[in-house]
């Protein structure tokens, strides 16, 4: 992966030859072309970074993610605790995380701050292990609960088909892969109209809740905390499909460099969201329990719809539509952040050079987004939903901890260090504790996914001697590489983003 430069000024035709904009000048003008250069521009506003956040945190974890709670818990009263208790360490990463993206004002969220921190190896690892499970993963376990809720209107007396969902899904992936190829600013609208169809679908499921208590309907509430006894070894995978639901606080970071003004925008954005976000899910899950008791809950393969069918009627029909929009949302904003991911690490070389080239017109990062296609969707028909949750569970939180770990460590090696926004110590120290003790309790409870994911994990250790340090490759590889770099380029129409001025 370690490459020389592409030539950026390549012909396709003479598209590219002149004018970034494919304009020539005119005959006997005497002025030079007016060129616009390619980059990522700083589109986010702070509306549109509160949509980022909320609209890929509420997805499908609040309608799918309580069975998983519910599940390794025991009981009513321990599950809304483990919702709770997620909450506030979702609001502990994420202010740690405010932290770091005001006194690093680059892109790339995680990889960018374990770059900064522990050097390049373990960043590199971490770009690897993203780009192989977590992200792929991530987009199919999403994207399989808009595909099922999408479809639930349509198999309302029968349970839908399997290979239905998933084609329904690939579809749902095409789309919004070619949507953020298109255009920045229409990606962003789009979030901000469903972001809002996520929180109307919240809104849906707790008015009718709260009015069932009103009415006195707490009987799933009495005895809260008895039942099957939790043990230790389930705690940790409660933990995980409850952090899983809160996942998405981190994903503004990845859009740094595109924030206006990010040392204000960054702060606010993340708090306004984590506290309508930690609102509505407790709320949520309260209002679950006044119409659905935990063993029904634990046969529902659809919560949110068989919660709407006991309270709203032919309304419920609507439900599963606000639902597939929510996921639908979240994997758009997910593949918006995460692309920007693989950008950085293209343009810091540890990603081939294509992945950090930038279209000439749509100036969208088109190859760092079309990557994920064929990935996501090998992952999409191997696995089922919850396997592949604890498969990137691992991983996931394993460089979350560490990159807000790193945080503590920039205290001391770097204590004059420019931060706009600081958070008391014992914030980030407890957040990444937590997330390195479920990692390490969930090698005992859940061995076989954890461990896959372990070992993909170091995978990426050699791949980084390969790939990276090693840099006496045969001299055909170099050749063969430049050359696919240049026809993807032409396909494509895509070039480095700091070689535009030069066209």
């Not at 969220?109 to 690897?128: D, K, M, N, Q, S």
């Not at 009015?211 to 006894?229: N, P, V």
């Amino acid at each position: 992966m370690v490459r020389k430069p592409v030539v950026s000024t390549i012909s396709t035709g003479g598209y590219l030859q002149g004018n970034v904009n494919g304009r020539l000048p005119s005959l006997g003008s005497k002025e030079p072309p007016e060129q616009e250069k390619v980059v990522l521009k700083k589109k986010i506003t702070l509306l549109r970074g509160i949509s980022i956040i909320i609209g890929t945190i509420i997805g499908a974890g609040i309608f799918i993610s309580p069975k998983g709670v519910l599940q390794n818990t025991g009981s009513v009263g321990m599950s809304l605790i483990i919702w709770t208790v997620c909450g506030v360490l979702s609001l502990f990463g994420a202010l740690s995380y405010a932290e770091l993206g005001t006194s690093i004002k680059k892109s790339g969220g995680h990889y960018t701050y374990i770059l900064e921190v522990f050097g390049p190896l373990p960043a590199f690892v971490r770009v690897w292990v993203e780009l192989l499970i977590i992200r792929p993963a991530a987009t199919a376990v999403i994207s399989l609960a808009f595909g099922r809720y999408i479809l639930e209107p349509f198999f309302i007396q029968c349970e839908i088909p399997e290979l239905a969902i998933k084609l329904i899904t690939a579809v749902g992936i095409t789309v919004v892969m070619v949507l953020n190829s298109m255009s920045v600013s229409w990606s962003a609208r789009i979030q901000i109209f469903l972001t809002f169809c996520k929180l109307t679908a919240i809104v849906i499921i707790i008015v009718p809740g709260v009015m069932q208590l009103i009415k006195g309907q707490t009987q799933h509430f009495k005895d809260a905390f008895s039942g099957r006894d939790a043990n230790i070894m389930g705690l940790p995978l409660a933990f995980y499909y409850g952090m899983y639901a809160y996942a998405g606080w981190f994903y503004l970071n990845f859009l740094t460099e595109e924030v206006e003004n990010p040392e204000k925008t960054i702060p606010l954005a993340i708090c306004i969201s984590m506290a309508i976000v930690t609102i509505g899910y407790v709320l949520t899950n309260v209002a679950y329990f006044t119409t659905i008791s935990a063993e029904e809950l634990l046969l529902s393969n659809a919560v949110a719809v068989t919660f709407s069918e006991r309270l709203l009627g032919n309304f419920s029909l609507a439900v599963p539509i606000f639902v597939a929009l929510s996921c639908f949302g979240s994997m758009n904003g997910g593949v918006f952040a995460v692309s920007r991911l693989f950008y950085v690490a293209s343009r810091e070389g540890h990603l081939p050079e294509i992945l950090s080239m930038i279209h000439v017109r749509k100036h969208t990062p088109l190859p760092a987004v079309i990557v994920l296609h064929p990935l996501t969707m090998i992952m999409l028909f191997s696995g089922d939903l919850y396997s592949l949750l604890n498969f990137l569970s691992f991983a996931r939180w394993l460089f979350i901890g560490l990159a807000v770990a790193g945080l503590i460590y920039l205290r001391y090696k770097r204590p004059d260090m420019h931060r706009p926004f600081k958070v008391p110590l014992f914030i980030p120290a407890l957040f990444s504790f937590t997330c390195l003790f479920m990692v390490a309790l969930s090698l005992y409870s859940d061995p076989f996914s954890t461990g896959i994911g372990f070992v993909i994990t170091l995978t990426g250790v050699p791949a980084y001697y390969l790939f990276i340090i090693w840099d006496k490759k045969p001299r055909w590889f170099r050749r063969m590489s430049d050359r696919i770099t240049r026809t993807l380029q032409i396909i494509l129409e895509v070039v480095p983003e700091e070689d535009c001025h030069k066209l």
